[in-house]
C-alpha cells in the first residue's frame, strides 16, 4: 500500500497532493494489458475476448477494440494468449475524454496452408 495513503489516513487528510516521486510499492499494483500486434488474428482475438469478463475487449473485423477505461487488469487475456499479451507496465491512466481511452489495435493476415 503506498505510504502517502497511510500517512493520510493516519493525519486524518482525506486527500493529498500527487506524490512528488513515483512510489516503490507501484511495481505491485495491477496494470492493463499491452498487446503485440503480430502475434495478434482472428481466432487469438476470440480467444482474449472470451476470456475478458469486463468485456474491455471486442473484436470488430480485422481490428481487437481495447476498452481501457473497462478494463479491470485481471490478467485474464494474458493467461489465454501469452504470446499476443504482455503487461504495459502503466498504472496512472488519464484522459480528457472518454474515447481516448478506446485502443484500435489492427489484427495480423491470415495465413493459409
Known sequence: MPLWFVRG????????????????????????????????????????????????LRREGDELVFDAGACTACGRCREAAPQAVTVCGEWELAATARSHLIKRIPLAAETSS
Open 9 to 56: 489516513l493516519r493525519r486524518g487528510i482525506v486527500t493529498t497532493h500527487y506524490p512528488a516521486r513515483p512510489d516503490p510499492s507501484a511495481v505491485d499494483l495491477p496494470v492493463p494489458p499491452a498487446f503485440r500486434p503480430g502475434q495478434l488474428d482472428r481466432a487469438v482475438a476470440d480467444r482474449l475476448c472470451a476470456a475478458c469478463p469486463s468485456r474491455a
